[in-house]
């Protein structure tokens, strides 16, 4: 079958089915930014009630991260074999009902487990079987889908405390929580009721492209489990081959500073003097910021191609930590807006290119081994925001050299991916493996 070269892969005409599982992969972006965002704004309620302490509270957020990749490592294993439909109604019966029980201890070390169950289970809800959901939908549109349901990520982080401020005036501070876990029970909902493995179960076609018979899609679908089926990437040989890491620890720098900025945004900003709600404020302004550039990120992605556009995230990445740094060093509010600005264009672009670059490198057929292994690489990184600038600016009692070492990691990361030229490597590879089984 000819490919259909007549397909706008940046037009937003995906169905309505389509449709609706963009809108169940957005409610779960948007829960796993507002869980972490809430947090903050549950902070000081907890340590005036029960005298826990803020650090070691935001601290946990990272560990949760950080133990979170080995579960991340597993799901993508089973979702290789099992449906990825079921394991995501899985964990989310598990995120959701955590952040219902979680108000109903007041035991730190309960508290604890739940809260870390929950960061850890929404991680992987999200960032391991969302994409496995953009590849199978939608193969070649996956740039402007990312582009569009990324967007409940910076939206989560942005709005989560204004919400959350309006729940603790109207109900008190410790409902604010059940935000999270009514935005679970929308996912799932989306998940029992809607969503399907793929488009074939829902009765339509992949990147709903009406060029395609059913003969196309039954051909296509044949194809790619061939493909995977005599695939030589094996777990293995992901883990032996360089470019794997360049480019999962490449965009988890990107995620270092995603998760330490949006985790430790409110705080940073009332250490200059800001009032909670000025800092609440700001907040809103980088989500719409954020989810701009998700948009516009998705486009070129689309356009360009994922390198690309990872190149430009990265880019925006140093603008956003140079600037955040000169913000708290000068007690500057012009460069507190534009690092507010480059730190949304991060957040909304950043989520988009980890499931391309796959797609983009390894195509469909290897996409959910790929992923598997490569996601996990990344959260190592990706798990320690929070952590790094929480720890770095309590040790140095300095946000300013916080966002300067911040600085000089993504330089590193920018330098080393731009080594990656092509996807070469991959058909390099599979040729070489080729020649030695015969």
């Not at 012009?334 to 796959?358: D, K």
């Not at 952590?387 to 946000?399: D, E, K």
């Not at 731009?418 to 493996?433: I, Y």
Request: proline share 2%.
């Amino acid at each position: 079958m000819a490919e259909n070269k007549s397909l706008n892969v940046t037009k937003a005409n995906f169905g309505a089915k389509g449709w609706a599982v963009c809108i169940y992969m957005f409610f779960i972006f948007f829960l796993n930014t507002s869980m972490n965002t809430g947090w903050q704004n549950c902070l000081s309620y907890y340590e005036t009630t029960y005298g826990w302490d803020t650090t070691t509270l935001l601290s946990l957020v990272s560990v949760a991260q950080f133990i979170g990749i080995a579960a991340c490592f597993i799901t993508g294993k089973l979702a290789t074999k099992y449906s990825p439909r079921m394991l995501s109604i899985i964990w989310g019966v598990v995120v959701t009902a955590s952040c219902f029980c979680i108000n109903l201890v007041h035991n730190i070390f309960l508290f604890a487990v739940l809260e870390m169950v929950a960061v850890m289970g929404q991680v992987v809800w999200a960032y391991t079987l969302n994409p496995i959901f953009v590849s199978t939908w939608f193969p070649r549109k996956k740039g402007v889908v990312m582009g569009i349901v990324t967007i409940g990520v910076p939206l989560g982080a942005g709005t989560t405390s204004k919400i959350m401020n309006w729940i603790s005036a109207t109900w008190g501070m410790n409902y604010c929580l059940y935000l999270c876990g009514f935005v679970g029970l929308v996912g799932l909902l989306f998940l029992i009721f809607v969503v399907r493995d793929t488009p074939e179960e829902a009765g339509c076609k992949p990147d709903n492209d009406d060029a395609l018979t059913s003969e196309d899609v039954r051909r296509m679908t044949a194809e790619n489990n061939a493909l995977a089926a005599r695939s030589p990437w094996t777990t293995g040989r992901m883990l032996k081959t360089k470019e794997t890491y360049i480019i999962a620890l490449c965009i988890g720098c990107c995620a270092l500073f995603g998760g330490g900025f949006m985790g430790t945004n409110v705080l940073r900003m009332t250490s200059m003097g800001l009032e909670i709600n000025t800092a609440a404020n700001l907040m809103i302004f980088t989500a719409l910021c954020a989810c701009v550039a998700s948009y516009l990120f998705g486009i070129l992605d689309g356009k360009k191609g994922a390198r690309v556009g990872m190149i430009g995230v990265m880019i925006t990445c140093i603008l956003a930590c140079g600037f955040s740094a000169l913000a708290n060093g000068l007690n500057s509010m012009p460069c507190l807006i534009i690092g507010l600005i480059c730190g949304g264009g991060v957040i909304g672009g950043a989520a988009n290119f980890l499931t391309s670059l796959v797609i983009e490198y390894w195509g469909t057929a290897n996409f959910k081994r790929a992923y598997g292994v490569i996601y996990p690489i990344h959260q190592i990184p990706g798990s320690l925001g929070t952590l790094v600038i929480v720890q770095l600016a309590t040790r140095l009692n300095s946000y300013s050299i916080a966002y300067i070492v911040m600085t000089v990691v993504e330089v590193i990361a920018l330098i080393v991916f731009a080594t990656l030229k092509n996807g070469d490597f991959v058909k390099k590879a599979e040729a070489k493996w080729a020649a030695e089984t015969k």
